[in-house]
């Protein structure tokens, strides 16, 4: 019968299939419900086979900084937390044209490396629309990672500088990898490879600083990743 005024209800019986019980709601299921193999903590992601994987070995967002009108682009206090470093840099623009990008280390006691006795060494490779072009130089005060770049507000620069084991207290000296695309000051588009190595000493890498070989970086963004490995 109806239910009237002053009943009380003792209990609710569902009827139905019991293998279709419904969507859960946001927010109700909890880790240990989950099917999933392997490590459920804060260091796993849940990959589309159902199964947490570790998050080392994987490029981890650190910060971010915005050129403008910008002397130098500085990445410092390196951490330990991470083995490897990688600088992204998109849409840097010089403010004087026909201009080369360079990049300096920070030592281990903070202070930014310009010595060219016996300093960076580095040499690129590159190809454009109309000329290969490739560059080398065994004692420099920077390392020089792409060939000169336009200043024209369509001109610009935009690739990676990698960072290897910069923590790493043994006797090899500090090693780099860079691949970039930009214009060069005719307006041809420009691809470029290279590496360099700080031959000073073998002490550890604690940042480092993107300039130009003259004037300011106009525009720009940069972004610091690091790599955890095993």
């Not at 293998?19 to 299921?29: I, W």
């Not at 580095?122 to 792409?146: D, F, M």
């Not at 588009?189 to 300011?216: D, E, V």
């Amino acid at each position: 019968s109806n239910l009237a005024t002053g009943d009380v209800i003792d209990f609710v019986m569902l009827l139905g299939n019991v293998l279709d019980l419904g969507t859960p709601s946001d927010n109700t299921v909890s880790l240990a419900k989950l099917t999933a193999s392997g490590t459920k903590d804060a260091t796993t992601f849940l990959r589309g086979d159902n199964t947490f994987a570790s998050t080392q070995n994987m490029w981890e967002f650190i910060s971010q900084s915005t050129a403008s009108s910008s002397s130098n682009i500085d990445f410092t206090s390196f951490s330990t937390d991470f083995k490897d470093f990688c600088v992204e840099i998109q849409s840097c623009r010089h403010a004087t044209d026909n201009t080369y990008p360079h990049f300096r280390i920070f030592d281990s006691g903070g202070s930014v490396v310009s010595s060219s006795s016996p300093g960076y060494q580095w040499v690129y490779h590159g190809r454009s629309t109309s000329v290969y072009s490739t560059a080398q130089n065994s004692s420099q005060g920077e390392i020089t990672y792409a060939p000169q770049i336009g200043n024209a507000s369509s001109e610009g620069l935009n690739g990676f500088i990698y960072l290897y084991n910069v923590h790493d207290t043994g006797d090899q000296y500090k090693q780099f990898m860079f691949m970039n695309s930009s214009h060069n000051p005719t307006g041809n588009i420009m691809i470029t490879h290279g590496c360099g190595a700080y031959k000073a000493s073998a002490a550890t890498i604690s940042g480092i600083r993107l300039l130009t070989s003259s004037g300011n970086i106009a525009t720009g963004n940069f972004a610091l990743y690091g790599r955890k490995r095993a």
